[in-house]
């Protein structure tokens, strides 16, 4: 295949507009809650889930990774980064859910969250959620124009159900073919780095570590104060790899070889010819830079779970095994690419107390070399006391917790008549 006719297909494969019938039908599925039906890559907590997830994102905090490490924790054996309810899910039989909206030739990036946690993932924990979209609003985008922002609410329990967390995830969907006509970010040059580059990058490496079993109580805490910054980057086509090899990115279940052909016999739509005629996935514009610039980028860029779990990295790095992080609210601003170099900040912007609780709230952000804040959160931290005491974890919302409980009778109900045959 030449040149010409790889940059026509790539063009053709991004030549669709948003329908008027999948607006329609998007907006009529606003408010429904529903059981999950599909699984992630992981549904089920084990040392090594723990530790390859933690490990893409660059977290060897040892509560994460180690097996043994956190059984002289409060928490009484090894337990789950924050941000792993995004990339594990069981599915849950229930009332099936109306079909979802295809949306086809529509790009999607993740352009924030909202999260509250509840309770640890622990070992052993099988993970399922039920929810569904919230809102979903027209606007104007500066780099598709026509575009909708979407949000959809999801509540992640566990075997038993018990809620371990609730998220609201935003998305902006956006026309490729705008995106690529567009050219907003056409002229941004990839990062370069000297040998004093990197070796100035390295020292911000060297410095980190997880605060670990030191308590940080809520006490010796001031507004102002910065938290030990982290170092993201350069980034890598490797990190992205390493990412998804954590669990990120299986929503659309692609897999390999013959599995990927059943794939591709399934969601024709997600599967675009390559610059070799052989169709691949649309999400390789993480790594393919041909396809990212067909969809309006000058090169591949990171996932927006990815930069939330950095901003979680350096909370959870901050506040010790035995603070809790309670809520984090993100904005994705901006895309990273790949070579950008990101420092992660956080400063202490307030403190109080609550009862017997003691929370600080934190402004983290994350800066590239070109000066940019392309992500940012405002986060809270449960923190023990010397007065109060240690961290007691937060309750979930009553009706969503009965909820929970009426599905998962269902869902053990009918896995059993499944089982009986």
């Known amino acids: 295949m030449s040149d010409a006719e790889a940059t026509a297909r790539l063009h053709e494969a991004t030549n669709y507009s948003f329908k008027d019938e999948d607006i329609a039908a998007q907006r009529q599925r606003l408010g429904g809650v529903y059981a999950s039906d599909y699984r ?42 924050p941000m792993i309810i995004q990339v594990m899910n069981r599915n849950m039989l229930g009332e099936k859910a109306p079909k979802r909206v295809s949306f086809r030739g529509i790009q ?13 993932v622990r070992n052993g924990d099988v993970l399922y959620k039920f929810g569904g979209p919230e809102s979903f609003v027209e606007k104007d985008s500066a780099f598709a124009g026509r575009s909708f922002i979407s949000t959809n609410r999801e509540v992640h329990i566990n075997q038993n159900a018990e809620i371990v967390a609730i998220s609201r995830t935003t998305s902006v969907m956006a026309e490729r073919k705008a995106a690529r006509e567009n050219k907003k970010n056409a002229a941004l040059e990839p990062g ?19 605060r ?55 969601i024709p ?70 070579g950008d170099l ?4 956080g400063e202490v912007t307030a403190k109080r107390a609550e009862g017997d609780e003691r929370f600080v709230d ?24 010397r007065d109060a005491g240690p961290v007691t974890l937060p309750v979930p919302p009553r009706d969503l917790q009965q909820h929970a409980l009426k599905l998962m009778e269902v869902h053990n109900r009918l896995e059993a008549q499944q089982a009986a045959g």
């Open 108 to 120: 999607v990036f993740v352009s924030g969250s909202k999260t509250d946690w509840y309770r640890p």
């Open 342 to 345: 990101h420092l992660m900040q």
């Open 212 to 266: 670990g079993a030191e308590l940080r109580y809520w006490e010796d805490v001031n507004v102002g104060d910065q938290l030990q910054p982290l170092a993201k980057g350069p980034l890598t086509t490797t990190d992205i790899i390493l990412f998804l090899c954590g669990g990120y990115g299986f929503h659309y279940n692609p897999a390999a070889l013959r599995i990927g052909y059943k794939n591709r016999q399934r």
């Open 269 to 338: 739509a997600f599967y675009i010819p390559n610059e070799q005629g052989v169709p691949d996935i649309a999400m390789r514009l993480h790594w393919d830079k041909d396809w990212a610039q067909a969809n309006g980028n000058p090169m591949p860029y990171d996932y927006g779970v990815m930069r939330d779990s950095w901003m979680t990295h350096i909370l959870t790095d901050w506040m010790g095994d035995d603070g809790w992080l309670v809520s984090m609210d993100s904005t994705i601003r901006k895309f990273n690419y790949i």
């Open 40 to 81: 992630e890559q992981i549904t089920q907590a084990t040392h090594d889930t723990m530790r390859n997830f933690a490990r893409s994102y660059g977290d060897d905090n040892p509560l994460y990774v180690d097996l043994h490490y956190g059984k002289k924790t409060r928490w009484a054996g090894q337990i789950c980064p």
């Open 192 to 210: 370069k780095y000297t040998p004093e580059d990197i070796a100035r990058n390295d020292a911000i490496y060297a410095a980190e570590k997880p």
């Open 362 to 385: 934190i402004a983290v952000k994350g800066v590239n070399q070109r000066g940019d804040t392309t992500c940012m959160a405002t986060a809270t931290v449960a923190l023990p006391s």
